[in-house]
């Protein structure tokens, strides 16, 4: 929230409480900012990068996806940067460089870059087991895009 | 294609002192009704939490028998409730990844010993380091070698059984596991490339959340009969194990989520939730399911079983002593997040059905042919962990299990609040120092996170059991206490 106005900055991210997990929103201007904006927020909730780990060699990974709708991509794309952080390291950013409609559903391209854990300087800190379908909803409201998802830890 | 909700919570009708039912016409598109097993505190708890709109919604599946079903700690899960129990018929009925959990065969095994509280009082914090060295725990935690492809497609056939040949199994560890710790129909070429990255070296080892060690003692042995069946006593440590599937069944049950969504409309299945995304029992997608969830329900049981040697071996450290001379045989070792083809009598006829059971346990009373043989004359043992803090319980299945709920019970205690919710309650407490002034010594990869799993953030356990009790579910055995705990 910007502090003078009350109103939303044009991009954040913020996490949601639940029962037994935790839930995350992500919003911007554009849909690709909300996903980025929703991939900070799941790279901060499953790690904590401090200032001796910001230095490290950064892993590069392609992003390719494809989905019948657009929750079904946002469930893709969630859950794709879920097995990749199990397995490579603290989500620091992603880039989508191409977000929109295909013949048949929806798709996206970018990349996602990943310090690997020392123990030290890039700690995790929850293991999610998946991004999940409740509350999952992908949302334009005027200007502003918000992707909102609930995760299983 | 989803249905959305209408917004306004089920209405509860009370049937008996802890039975609830959802009548079938409270939502559109229900075919059965829905019973919550729940006495009046833990009903209260449930006022506002989605969970019974979720026993709703899984009353809406194709080829439900019986009612949709809740246990007496149902809490909010994803698609179906945690807690939640529902049989469907072979012909005609649905299998769901949503019903059965992200993480598959996630389960509780417990070893007991012929050790007293006196002859481990005095070393329990070079047992806690022993046990938590020996068992990588935390988030995303990793063996450091990484198994074979060959390997690990043996232990997703196997099993627990994949141990035995290894040195790392007893005996006795195998009849006394659910399945004998491997199910049928294990398929690993179902299995993802991305799951089995994920899992190759994450045999043995604890992960995070809720999966904890608990090294315990009986306090109380209510039921001397099945105690002696289970080789439980007042006083005698024991040891807890709860885990899963770790990142192979977590992704496991991502990818046929995504499966199966992509399939619903072509089935016609209109469903209230899309996390309830399913697939007839007899289509392509249903036996891709089976064959995956099998594989990495075998995982999860080589998992507890590698992780019971690991923790053998730390007792015999510790305590100077072989492991077989301190008496650390398995107890039992049962699965919560699982789907079984099983014969159940509904309508006054016997029938073959797909039980899911998701945050639920297996609770097989006395005289059923899939006990083993060594509690047959007892019955199953449940065991049901409460929370780090108070107690755990043994309980044994009840005759009434099997009329009211597919043959099941409650897993746990149940969470009552949020994890957000626990950190704010309890920021500024150090959960791991007041947990020691009770005489409970804690190890634990993320001190600071202790707080999401408090007692606090969890439903009294006593409640838990009493309903399950009362219920006709289940009866209890012995109630243990914690003497250290090993938290991811």
């Known amino acids: 929230m910007d502090a003078m106005t009350g109103r939303q900055a044009i991009r954040g991210h913020e996490t949601l409480p639940h029962t037994a997990d935790v839930g995350l929103r992500g919003w911007g201007s554009t849909m690709a900012v909300a996903f980025e904006e929703a991939a900070l927020a799941l790279g901060e909730l499953t790690a904590e990068v401090a200032e001796a780990g910001r230095g490290g060699h950064m892993l590069d990974e392609r992003i390719e996806l494809a989905a019948g709708d657009l929750v079904g991509l946002a469930y893709a794309f969630l859950n794709e940067l879920v097995g990749l952080i199990d397995l490579y390291g603290a989500l620091r950013d992603t880039h989508l460089s191409e977000i929109g409609p295909s013949d048949d559903g929806w798709r996206l391209r970018g990349s996602a870059r990943f310090l690997p854990y020392d123990g030290v300087g890039v700690r995790r800190r929850a293991e999610v087991k998946s991004a999940t379908y409740h509350g999952l909803t992908v949302d334009r409201l005027d200007a502003e895009w918000t992707m909102t998802a609930y995760l299983d830890v | ?488």
């Open chain 2, 1 to 488: 294609m989803s249905r959305p909700a209408t917004g306004r919570p089920p209405a509860l009708e009370r049937v008996d002192e802890v039975t609830w039912r959802i009548a079938r016409d409270e939502r559109r598109g229900m075919r059965t009704d829905g019973i919550v097993y729940a006495d009046e505190t833990l009903v209260a708890s449930l006022r506002g939490d989605p969970s019974l709109e979720q026993v709703a919604n899984v009353a809406t599946l194709p080829g439900i028998v019986g009612s949709s079903l809740g246990m007496p700690d149902i809490h909010w899960g994803y698609g179906f409730p945690v807690g939640g129990v529902a049989a469907f018929r072979r012909d005609g009925g649905v299998i769901s990844p949503g019903g059965i959990g992200f993480d598959i065969n996630c389960g509780v095994r417990l070893l007991r010993s012929d050790l007293s509280v006196a002859d481990v009082r005095r070393h329990i914090a070079r047992l806690a380091d022993a046990l938590f060295e020996a068992v990588p725990s935390g988030v995303g935690s990793r063996l450091g070698r990484k198994l074979s492809a060959g390997d690990l497609d043996a232990v997703m056939r196997e099993g627990a059984g994949w141990a035995v040949g290894r040195g790392d199994a007893w005996s006795a560890d195998l009849e006394r596991t659910e399945e004998g710790g491997a199910l049928g129909g294990a398929d690993p070429s179902t299995v993802s490339p991305r799951a089995h990255a994920r899992g190759a070296d994450q045999l043995g080892t604890l992960g995070s959340g809720n999966h904890f060690l608990e090294v315990g003692y009986v306090e109380r042995v209510l039921d001397n009969n099945a105690a002696d069946a289970f080789g439980l006593a007042e006083g005698m440590v024991t040891l807890m194990i709860h885990c899963g599937s770790r990142g192979l069944g977590h992704q496991v049950c991502t990818d046929q989520v995504a499966i199966m969504d992509r399939t619903v409309g072509r089935h016609g299945l209109v469903l209230p939730d899309r996390q309830l995304a399913c697939a007839p029992l007899d289509s392509p997608e249903a036996r891709a399911y089976l064959g995956a969830m099998a594989a990495a329900a075998n995982f999860a049981w080589a998992n507890r079983q590698l992780i019971a040697s690991h923790a053998r071996g730390a007792f015999a450290r510790v305590l100077g002593r072989p492991a077989e001379s301190l008496g650390l045989g398995q107890v039992y070792d049962l699965s919560h997040n699982i789907a079984k083809f099983e014969r159940h009598e509904v309508g006054g006829e016997e029938v073959d059905v797909c039980v899911h059971r998701k945050g639920a346990t297996r609770a097989f009373p006395a005289g059923h042919p899939d006990v083993p043989a060594t509690f047959r004359a007892v019955g199953q043992p449940v065991l049901i962990p409460g929370d780090m803090g108070r107690a755990s319980y043994v309980a044994v299945g009840a005759e009434g299990s099997m009329r009211r709920s597919f043959g099941s019970a409650c897993h746990g205690a149940g969470r009552n609040m949020s994890r957000h919710a626990a950190l704010r309650a309890l920021r500024g407490i150090d959960i791991a120092a007041q947990l020691e002034g009770e005489g409970i010594v804690v190890r634990a990869e993320r001190r600071d996170l202790l707080a999401e799993e408090a007692s606090l953030a969890y439903k009294d356990v006593e409640a838990v059991i009493g309903t399950a009790e009362k219920a006709g579910l289940v009866r209890a055995v012995a109630r243990l206490r914690p003497l250290a705990v090993i938290k991811g």
